[in-house]
C-alpha cells in the first residue's frame, strides 16, 4: 500500500477567514484531519463527510495527547495510506512543535508538505491596530517563547533592549512579571509602550495597553488568561490610532 501523505498545515491565529486556499484544499482531500486546540472550529467543515477528526489538545501546561503520541499517530495514519492534515495554530513553524512533527515524519520517510499560515505573532497584532513595523519607530521584530524564561537554556532577554526594535513574546502570560522585570533588569525602558492581545482576530479578542513596567499587573487585574501575545515596543502607541477590528 502507497505511504500516505501528511499537510501541516497553519490555521492562522483565530478569524477563520484568514486560511489559506491551499489549506483549504488540503483539508478537502484529508483522510483524517489532526488539530489543535486553537484551531477555529469552522475550519473543519472544509473536511469530507467521511474523513476521521482527531483533536489532540494542546494548551499551555498540558497536552491532551503528548506530542510523542501526536507525532505516532500521524506516523501511523500515514503509513495505513492516509492522507493526513495536521491543522496548527498561526503557523506551523512557529513554536507549536510543528518541525518536530516534520522531523518525525522524515525518520519514518513519510512525504509531507508544509502549508504556512498567519502566525499570530504578527496576525493577532495586525486585529489589534499593532503593526509589527514603522518606519519611524520600529526597523525589525523579533519572536520569542516566554516559556522558557527561567530556564537557562532559554531566551537571553539582553538581545532585546533597542528602542527601535519590537518584542514579540509568544506564550509569555503566564511568566509576564518575570519577563518584563528581566527586560527592565537588562536595559529596555521601562515606559516602552506594551499590549498582551489575548485571542486576537476572534470574537473573543481583549486587548490590554499599558507600559513595559506596569502591564504585568494590568494583566494579572484583569485576570487575563492564555493564549495571549505580549507586544513591547513603540509600535504600541499605534493601537489607538489604527485600531479598526471591533468584536463587540
Ligand atoms: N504556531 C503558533 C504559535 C503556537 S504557540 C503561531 O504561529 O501563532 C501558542 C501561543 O501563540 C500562545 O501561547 C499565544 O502566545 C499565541 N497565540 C496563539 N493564538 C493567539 C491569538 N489568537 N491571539 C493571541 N495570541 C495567540
Known sequence: MAIGKVFLIGAGPGDPGLFTLKGKACLEAADVVVYDRLVAPELLA???????????GKEAGYHTLPQQEINQLLVNEALAGRTVARLKGGDPFVFGRGAEEAEELVAHHIPFEVVPGVTSAIGALAYAGIPVTHRDLSSGFHVVTGHECLQS?????????????TLVILMGISHLEE????????????ATPTAVVRLGSTPQQQVLLGELGSIAPIVREANLRPPATVVVGNVVRLAETLRWFDPD
Not at 537554556?153 to 526594535?165: R, S
Open 46 to 56: 472544509y473536511a469530507r463527510h467521511d474523513a476521521t477528526t482527531v483533536y489532540v
Open 179 to 190: 519577563i518584563a522585570q528581566r527586560l527592565m533588569a537588562a536595559g529596555r525602558n521601562p
Open 153 to 165: 537554556t532559554g531566551v537571553n532577554w539582553g538581545l532585546f533592549t533597542a528602542e527601535n526594535q
